[in-house]
T-cell receptor, first 112, second 116 residues
Framework: GEDVEQSLFLSVREGDSSVINCTYT??????LYWYKQEPGAGLQLLTY?????DMKQDQRLTVLLNKKDKHLSLRIADTQTGDSAIYFCAEKAYSSASKIIFGSGTRLSIRP | ETGVTQSPTHLIKTRGQQVTLRCSSQSGHNTVSWYQQALGQGPQFIFQYYREEENGRGNFPPRFSGLQFPNYSSELNVNALELDDSALYLC???????????????FGQGTRLTVV
């Protein structure tokens, strides 16, 4: 089956690192994504990782993939107030129509 | 800004009515996907259109239907609206059918539909 799970809330202090975790079930997933959604806005693709990779770094963002445990994480270094948003983990299932399966989202709030 | 535009931005309808939502895909994109995002949830895949044909469907009843036009813009139609249809409807366009990692990354701002 296809299911993506992530914790609902995360609160971090400004300047600290944020780590958002996600688990997925579809072992045939080829791409895993992190999207950001700010209030009243659509979805912005932050980064993605191909399923044969373990890690990907892009400026302040680091994605770690543990394919054996089907666990994906997003680390945001030096978290800023502008990082406040909902972060969605998602997988691309090649089983049909290349649809993207999203988790329920993690709301990241930043404490001063 | 992704170049994907949706209209209207907000809409209020009465239960039992019909609604049409519109999406203009980014220039050069021939694939459009529609998602429903209920409050506090992640987006759920409704269906995808590729070169004017439906190319896969999620777990939504037949009263959710769509069209894609020769210019690759798209419509989502929902008949016999129910209260649970209240959600943000997102359109995503991509340049080809399902090939690469960021080809479905271009989401519009969404249409917020409220059914009363």
């Amino acid at each position: 089956g296809e299911d993506v799970e992530q914790s609902l809330f995360l609160s971090v202090r400004e300047g600290d690192s944020s780590v958002i975790n996600c688990t997925y079930t579809d072992s045939s997933s080829t791409y895993l994504y992190w999207y950001k959604q700010e209030p009243g806005a659509g979805l912005q693709l932050l980064t993605y990782i191909f399923s044969n990779m373990d890690m990907k770094q892009d400026q302040r963002l680091t994605v770690l993939l543990n394919k054996k445990d089907k666990h994906l994480s997003l680390r945001i270094a030096d978290t800023q107030t502008g990082d406040s948003a909902i972060y969605f983990c998602a997988e691309k299932a090649y089983s049909s129509a290349s649809k993207i399966i999203f988790g329920s989202g993690t709301r990241l709030s930043i404490r001063p | 800004e992704t170049g994907v535009t949706q209209s209207p931005t907000h809409l209020i309808k009465t239960r039992g009515q019909q609604v049409t939502l519109r999406c203009s895909s980014q220039s050069g994109h021939n694939t459009v996907s529609w998602y429903q995002q209920a409050l506090g949830q992640g987006p759920q895949f409704i269906f995808q259109y590729y070169r004017e044909e439906e190319n896969g469907r999620g777990n939504f009843p037949p009263r959710f239907s769509g069209l894609q036009f020769p210019n690759y813009s798209s419509e989502l139609n929902v008949n016999a609206l129910e209260l649970d249809d209240s959600a943000l409807y997102l359109c995503a366009s991509s340049p080809a059918q399902g090939a690469g990692p960021d080809l479905e990354a271009f989401f519009g701002q969404g249409t917020r539909l409220t059914v009363v």
